[in-house]
């Protein structure tokens, strides 16, 4: 069984600032991939942010310069700094962890986190 738990979502004004973190546990020690993706109403959830367990990091263009991923492989935790905030980065967070073996992959979500931010 993996757990995986996402705090700090909120309500920001636009401009401001949020950090978000998510930690996995569970039957599984390390994690190939660990990100954040977003579901905005009415939309399909998109890849906002990844972090591979050797440091590569990839970004939706949309949060390129504005958004930073960062991680702790000990903790099996991932953090997502965000700031410049604009209204349509407004969604639901999913933290998502990420296990590859071979020919298969497992990922494992979290409940999700709310991100509103007020024009």
């Not at 636009?14 to 579901?39: D, E, K, V």
């Not at 930073?68 to 980065?89: C, G, H, W, Y």
């Not at 967070?93 to 494992?108: E, L, R, S, T």
Request: hydrophobic residues 35%; aromatic residues 10%; charged residues 15%.
């Amino acid at each position: 069984q993996v757990q995986v738990v996402e705090s700090g979502g909120g309500l920001v004004q636009a401009g401001g600032s949020l950090r978000l973190s998510c930690s996995a546990s569970g039957s599984i020690s390390r994690f190939n991939a660990m990100g954040w993706y977003r579901q905005a109403a009415g939309n399909h959830r998109e890849l906002v942010a990844r972090i591979s367990d050797g440091g590569s990091t990839n970004y939706a263009d949309s949060v390129k310069g504005r958004f930073t991923i960062s991680r702790d492989n000990a903790k099996n935790t991932v953090f997502l700094q965000m700031n410049s905030l604009k209204p349509e980065d407004t969604a639901v967070y999913y933290c998502n962890a990420q296990v590859v073996g071979g020919i298969w992959k497992n990922d494992y979500w979290g409940q999700g986190t709310q991100v509103t931010v007020s024009s």
